[in-house]
């Protein structure tokens, strides 16, 4: 099966710096074929057997040995991503800006109250919807000036998040099929 595994803050701000080419490496090491990695943010599509928990935890562990980084990775296969592409609420942030519209891939699903709790706390014009396991953000005023960061609304909805913006999704689900 074909997955896309999305790692949780890698290459950022000059911390946890992980080469694309060592990841694919990792990955084939592992015994997952096909890696191939998209953009430099941590995006690697392969093949390979096993649940989406599974993978994520054989992952993690490979990358603490390997690098000595803890890090999360939310693993998705094919058909999820084509489900985030159809599924989305905002079609027409899709068109008008999509740098500015971010999928959120959860570590599970949000706790009970987290959606209207994090709803009362937005200080901006961000507005948002929550999937299953997979958030839509829009971020109209930018994402680098925004108040509404990736620990707010980590705090607010109870799970861990990596988010792509709607360009890249689109990549990563192209680089799927």
């Known amino acids: ?17 992980v080469s694309m ?13 096909d890696a191939k990695t998209l953009l430099a943010t941590g995006n690697v599509v392969f093949t390979a ?3 989406d928990a599974e993978l994520a935890s054989k992952l993690r562990e490979e990358t603490k040995k390997r690098f000595g980084l803890e890090t999360d ?11 985030v592409l159809k599924n989305n609420p905002f079609p027409q942030e899709a068109l008008d800006d999509p740098g500015h519209l971010v999928v ?19 200080l901006g014009r961000e507005y948002f919807r929550c999937g299953s396991r997979d958030f839509y953000f829009v971020y109209p005023d930018g994402i ?9 609304i980590e705090r607010h909805l109870g799970v861990r998040v990596t988010g792509r913006n709607w360009n890249t ?9």
């Not at 998705?76 to 991503?81: K, M, V, Y």
């Not at 706790?111 to 937005?122: M, N, Y």
């Not at 999704?169 to 099929?177: P, S």
Request: glycine share 10%; net charge positive.
């Open 144 to 152: 680098g000036t925004s108040k509404l960061t990736v620990k707010m």
């Open 49 to 51: 057997t096993g649940s």
């Open 169 to 177: 999704v689109q990549k990563i689900h192209a680089a799927l099929t």
């Open 21 to 33: 080419a060592d990841l694919r490496t990792m990955f084939a090491d592992i015994g997952f074929a």
């Open 104 to 122: 959120l891939f959860a570590s599970g699903e949000a706790v009970d109250g987290g959606e209207s709790k994090l709803r009362e706390a937005i």
């Open 73 to 83: 990775y939310m693993v998705r296969t094919s058909d999820e991503i084509a489900a």
């Open 1 to 17: 099966m074909r997955y896309v595994a999305f790692l949780r803050a890698v290459n950022v701000g000059g911390a946890n710096k």
